[in-house]
């Protein structure tokens, strides 16, 4: 699997730093790493008993793709766009 999905996340990285000039190499790395982490929780919880329809009490509908691809893309925009962290 390292063979294979390293070279693509480390071309993507690359992709970022350029997109994200502001950013440092190590903070995008941080973002990417929790850039996909947070689309492998949302995607697993799909389900309408899932954690964060549980949690929101149904105000959140991950099944919903309108609703995730507007609310992943607000908190991408906010992670890459957003000046950098605390040092």
Sequence with gaps: VAE????LALRYIGALIAAAPHLTEREAHWRYHLMVGAIQMTLSD?????RIA???AGLCTPSDAQ?????????????FGGPPGPT
Aim: charged share 35%.
């Design 4 to 7: 294979e999905l390293d070279v």
């Design 46 to 50: 799909e389900s309408t008993g899932g």
């Design 54 to 56: 549980r949690l929101s």
């Design 67 to 79: 609703e995730f691809r507007r609310e992943m893309l607000a908190f991408l925009i906010d992670a």
